[in-house]
């Protein structure tokens, strides 16, 4: 399967905690995005990269979310000090070009539980 | 900014008829609009996009969605609805911005 992957698939975690979540975007594309889904919502956009670039990351929700895509292939979301408001299901995609018409392929997301 | 919206929480329709998912957007220049389809616990898988040209798209899965400009719509639409599109669509828009915004979704049931 050549599709977006993301590990975990399931993270439980209790408030205070720090989680890491890991994405691997189709290989060949240079895009990649985070977006946060809660229920009953359609996804949010947190931020994007282009290759290693990080070009938009005023949306991320707070300091305490950080991200990274140090060699421009795979990428990790960081959320330090959870909160039981950060439950969700966080979720990557990449695309092949970078323009807004470009169609954005998601990986099947990480579903966060704070307790 | 860009805003979508998809007026209905729920659709149901009966095996074999057709469906229509209704969208609405807001955009400020060219609107580049996408159908994605979401099963329980699953990422979004793309059914279709409009960029230009013919108002009516065609997807996977034999969907397709009409692009109106006068309306801002793009409803998604499929002649023959079958028990295994059962699932929560979306639609979301991109526009001279690189995220794509997304509407809340329409839950879809195609009753036996």
């Known amino acids: 399967d050549t599709g977006v992957s993301q590990n975990p698939r399931h993270k439980i975690t209790k408030r205070g905690q720090n989680v890491t979540f890991r994405c691997d975007p189709i290989?060949?594309?240079?895009?990649l995005y985070w977006y946060r889904q809660t229920l009953g919502q359609g996804p949010e956009f947190l931020t994007y990269?282009?290759?290693?670039?990080?070009?938009?990351k005023s949306r991320l929700l707070s300091d305490r979310f950080s991200a990274e895509r140090p060699k421009g292939s795979f990428s990790t979301l960081e959320i330090q000090r959870t909160e039981q408001g950060d439950s969700a299901m966080y979720l990557c995609a990449s695309s092949f070009l970078a323009g807004a018409q470009d169609t954005q392929y998601f990986g099947p997301g990480t579903r966060l539980t704070v307790l | 900014a860009q805003s979508v919206a998809q007026p209905e929480d729920q659709v149901k329709v009966a095996e074999g008829n057709p469906l229509t998912v209704k969208c609405t957007y807001s955009v400020s220049g060219n609107p580049y609009l996408f159908w994605y389809v979401q099963y329980p616990n699953r990422g979004l898988q793309f059914l279709l996009k409009y960029i230009t040209g013919d108002n009516l798209v065609k997807g996977s899965y034999g969907f397709e969605a009409e692009f109106n400009k006068s309306q801002t719509s793009f409803h998604l639409k499929k002649p023959s609805a079958l028990v295994s599109d059962s699932a929560l669509y979306f639609c979301?828009?991109?526009?001279?911005?690189?995220?794509?915004?997304f509407g809340s979704g329409t839950q879809l049931t195609v009753l036996p």
């Open positions: 990269f282009q290759n290693e670039a990080q070009l938009e």
């Open positions: 290989s060949e594309h240079n895009r």
């Open positions: 979301a828009v991109g526009g001279s911005a690189r995220q794509l915004t």
